[in-house]
């Protein structure tokens, strides 16, 4: 293979990456703890975007509702970044290239 043919597919790669993360800020996955009582959004790359916290929730266990976002907010990254490896591994083929994303 010659040097010019591996640059053109580099690039062509480092083009669809970067249309891979900018579909990927418009796309969202959701994240909840207590049976639905806390969800939290994301988007692709990892940003929260929204909370929501059901009314009787916040009652007087304040802890409980902290335990209750951080569990949420951890769902909710958690199934961003597999949606981000999702995408990304359809580009890479899978070849396993570390530090991609």
Known sequence: MNMDKIMKQAQKMQ?????????????????????????????GQGDVVAVRIEPEVAGDDVEMLE?????????ALRKSKELANSRMSQLTGGLGMPGLF
Request: proline share 0%.
């Open 15 to 43: 083009a669809q990456m970067a249309k891979i993360q900018e579909e990927l800020a418009n796309e969202q996955v959701e994240g909840s703890a207590g049976g639905g009582m806390v969800t939290v959004t994301a988007n």
């Open 67 to 75: 335990d209750l976002v951080l569990a949420a907010v951890n769902d």
